[in-house]
């Protein structure tokens, strides 16, 4: 029942809460770091870490008509590149 997630987060090795998140259809608003940009592509809204009103900013764009339904509707599909078993074989 979340309306988003959001991490400023400075660092992060994988983001598997991002993951997580977008396969449950809830849009994710994040820090704009490299990782991020790779798990959340085009689903995700991004912000300055340090920026708390771009942080704001982003959040508020949820409130725009019509864009949580679509930031979830990537999210779902953003979140199903990622699977155990894919995972798992690569790693194999």
Same mark, same amino acid.
Request: no cysteine.
């Given at each position: 029942?979340?309306?988003a997630?959001v991490?400023?987060?400075?660092?992060e090795?994988?983001?598997?809460p991002? @993951?997580?998140?977008?396969?449950?259809?809830?849009?994710? @608003? @994040?820090s704009d770091?490299?990782?991020?940009?790779e798990?959340?592509?085009?689903?995700?809204?991004?912000?300055?870490?340090?920026?708390?009103?771009?942080?704001?900013?982003a959040?508020?764009?949820?409130?725009?008509?019509?864009?949580?339904?679509?930031?979830?509707g990537l999210?779902?599909?953003?979140?199903?590149r990622y699977n155990?078993?894919?995972s798992?074989?690569?790693?194999?």
């Open positions: 029942s979340a309306t997630l991490t400023a987060s400075l660092d090795g994988f983001g598997i991002l @993951v997580e998140a977008m396969s449950l259809g809830i849009p994710v @608003v @994040v770091i490299p990782i991020f940009r798990i959340g592509g085009e689903a995700a809204l991004y912000f300055e870490p340090r920026d708390a009103g771009g942080l704001a900013a959040v508020h764009q949820l409130d725009e008509p019509g864009e949580w339904a679509k930031r979830s999210a779902i599909d953003q979140a199903a155990w078993a894919d798992a074989q690569i790693l194999l």
